[in-house]
């Protein structure tokens, strides 16, 4: 079985485990006051031309978006979020548990445009009932999106700026970023210069878990340690998010992955189309949604794994492919050889 | 000026105001537990045929609200209801603040079915993700809705049918249920049969302030003055509640009161109507919602407040007029005629 | 019955209940944006000599202590209060409900002092562990206390500079204000002056509810008709809070009532002390607590309803007696010479 | 520098990296549904003699706090602890964040006892205002206590009688339970007998990170991943709990480590008593407290790390050593050797 159903099926890339058994028995500090964390923090500064930013290092997705937006919110305010976003989706209410409504906007194909941002806002602060409703009082993007695909460095000017207009801190999660890197032209740089808070996502790159946390903003970095405690993020071993982070940044490890990731899922994009499968999702990172025939999704789950993600009519379903830091040329090779097979 | 924006413009209804003076030097226990807080809980439990039932008075429709749904859900669960619920548009995400998601469905003109209900439960059980989703904890109805439209009880019992099948407490808000009695099928007995808990308000009736909410599920009752308490829903003076409930169940005047709003919001309903006005939605209760041109907008405006509902087109504004208990056979009269008139 | 176990056994002062009566059938818009809240707040402002303050009139005092505490909290402080602050006794853990550690002194007759709260900072922004702990994050005081007690200007304005010192706001709980301002030489415009946030009670001095609240610091004013709404404290028929306040400012009413309350308090303490009664605290406002033996308590209880407060010891009980705006002279007469009679 | 400032110094105990290494390529569902999971949890039920306990791994202890208090308690209740409990010190009031009011009894050497918790309830049903206050709602121990301290086996059954006399959840809080199964009567198996909810923690006994929850109250179970998913708490990658408990569980090593610490620890102390130096706690597991003159404080500092714990008076400071997995007992010879030259 070759398994292709998500980006977290295996453990860490070599030399992030390397890392992990090099430094196992170097005493540290806790809770992410240790040098590795320290030397991390001052990598990642330096690949987002931050001098100044806060870095914070977290277990993962769900957490980081609740400390994340609780840290921004005042009780009355919700985020603004495509109907897809995860925090709207797949995270269990954690950010309704924090107080906070998810203010879902439809979006297309995963993204929402600086255009409806603006009119959401304009439409409430209009509105004679305003105090009655809950106040947009942050936008969420993920970049890439829940569906793979990826904004523009022109798209996220324009929602910077409508940020701005309206006083909203802007967030990117990049739970995928590594990935959105490769695939989009948004670097490091632009997300510190255009975002107040983003985060480069470590669990879908080859770490064994991590996110790492960019708060270019200054107000919002105040004090965003006790709200990381707070809210289960505080990992006693510090060092091991410290050490991973270390060895993602340097030389660039984590662009290396994302573009691998990217490039295998693109071979399988252009297989599914030179075969005529239409796309589910017009993706362009590690995430690949081809509908299939009932036909070829049973003869392909024979020998892959992946996930079934929307039923298109009786006779098609759209499915989910992942390629990830251990995919190997010759998984893709072997399912490409088996769709042009088919 | 004649005022028809909403159904609280004015104070008490006569009857309310002189039991409130007559009983004003009266010495009685704090917080509810008063002899007048304890007749009106036996009359209101006779009314609903629910010896039972647990009765208990709150002030206001957001912090009954939120006092209920706090009750019911576990931390992981959500509210179920129409995406023009009230609890979804107007009261600042109280129920985010306690924790909950509001999961809205769309609804048709301000209603929801017992097909969405059995669907999203459905979708959500069998979702291989089920676990990361905010589980549906309860449903929350309005009848009459935010829009004027009433459930029947052919509905009523379709959709607790389902909310028994799926072990869903059933929650009506009944903030206008005096208008809802006088124009539906449904009784205060099947509201207590069929709902784990319902209110029936008296703000909007007549009364100063005041949500009498009727709790058969017994789990639900246990300590929920604890909640109410908490919510900042436990009136010190809580004799103002009893001494108000009592007259407004006295006679019947609660239905009195919804009977005549209706009619006088019928009358109208068939001068817009017979003028060849659209209506906005299809409200048999007392809140009226025509589509007016601007000029009879215009016009109409000079004299009689109204609330602007939604803009149809460049020419056309939905508008909402509200009958109260305090609105005079005459107030109608005069609109009937300038609507004729124009 | 002679009825002195708390001071809202009864409706409102003929003057309230009046106005009450006579504004009855007045339109107003909802939502305390009508003339007699605008009006009622422009007194207010006056009174306290702060013509910027913001102003707004809540129903109840733990919905007022909720709003204004979580208005004015990051997610990761608390509030300091004495052990005996209502906040931390008799709310059924309200403000943790919102999400906020109340951080408990050991009181002295329910004050805490300038002292303390400069160690619990000092000691809190010392501890290497500052990061897990709740950071205090402002001071919560009552005026007069739960126990009666008041603070004097200077107490006050040493406790304020501390607050300015460790920026913390600084609110006080005036619940029975009326009686505090009767009893110690603060003012409103001293509270004006030294507070971020006050209240000034209506529902223990005359009003049927309400409590008005006084923003001087404009920060925590800012978006507060938000906050009011989400935890249900905004009253549709707002007027009823404009119309009662309006009378209560008028002729300073309600510095009428709380000295009225007082002086009567103070007769009933004077008796006895005459008795040789010891006074379980040293209370100068409308409740005294005097020791009673079980014999004078088992024949008082006959004639007059009072609250047990502590048991001193087998044969002692400590008791409280309040007086209220319908307190009557005639009754303090009766209770002073049953005293005598013991 | 030999570190014995804490036990989560060092990485992982080498038999648990090599699990993980060795397991590191193979494929696996995420979020801890995988195989290694599932026998990590066979294995501890077995341990605990609970066969149908749910068993969930989480990451750390703060997070897990939270989750399971959150499951168990309804809203309006708050959860009795030690004034010492972690809970109520040292996780900056994610309990609170989270709704709940955490009731700290005054404990001693962080114990609490049954007759504290039966007259805490008990004070707590009878008082006329019980509705005001926070309804205790469930019971949290720490086993081992923050001060090194265990609960006996005839203890921890008086608690829990009393527990279930009021119907309280009980809670024990072993995130340093390695040591006390090494330093008290108590077994697993008694845990599983007399608790609702306990755990063994992984991060202070030689794991990467990781806490195993065992919950032998169904109803408490119940939905249970829901929740620890809303905390952030299901780890993506969740083999990595999987495989590092599967390895502690295999042969007791969670109880040779904890052995070893605790054997370790006591040499030090008698080293202590021995040289005459009191103890600040009178503690049995891999926690000491020696109270040490200053002199004694500055020479052991220039080689070994250990936390000042509080000033005991001018001269004096109490201070923490902290053995674990990593210790070496030449560590420990060393430690004494200098002690007793001192």
Known sequence: ?????????????????????????????????????????????????????????????????????????????????????????????????????????????????????????????????????????????????????????????????????????????????????????ITLPDLARLCDVFYLGGTKAGLLFGEAVVIPNHNLNHDFRYLIKQHGGMLAKGRLLGVQFETFFTGELFLEIGKKEVAQALRLRRAFEEKGWPLFVDSTTNQQFPVLTNGAKCVLEHKYSFEVWAKVDEAHTAVRFCTSWSTTDEDIDALIADIQAL
């Not at 978006?65 to 603004?80: E, F, S, W, Y």
């Not at 409806?116 to 009932?129: G, K, R, V």
């Open 1 to 185: 079985m070759i398994r292709l159903e998500c980006d977290y099926t295996t453990g860490a890339h070599p030399k992030i485990l390397e890392a992990l058994v090099n430094t196992n028995e170097e005493p540290c500090p806790g809770y992410g006051v240790d040098l590795h964390c320290e030397r991390a923090r001052e990598m990642l500064r330096e690949l987002c031309q931050a001098p100044d930013a806060g870095v914070h290092f977290l277990v993962g997705g769900t957490q980081t978006n609740a400390t994340v937006i609780t840290a921004a919110l005042r009780p009355h305010q919700g985020v603004l979020c495509a109907e897809t976003g995860h925090i709207n989706t797949h995270e269990t209410g954690a950010i309704e548990a924090a107080g906070h409504k998810v203010l879902a906007l439809p979006g297309t194909d995963g993204k929402i445009t600086a255009q409806q941002i603006h009119h959401y806002c304009e439409a409430h602060h209009t509105d004679p009932a305003w105090e009655h409703m809950v106040q947009p009082g942050m936008v969420y993007l993920s970049h890439p999106t829940e569906l793979g695909t990826v904004y523009t460095l022109a798209e996220l000017e324009e929602i910077a700026a409508v940020c701005h207009r309206w006083r909203l801190p802007l967030f990117v999660d990049g739970a995928r970023l590594a990935a959105g890197l490769a695939a989009s032209d």
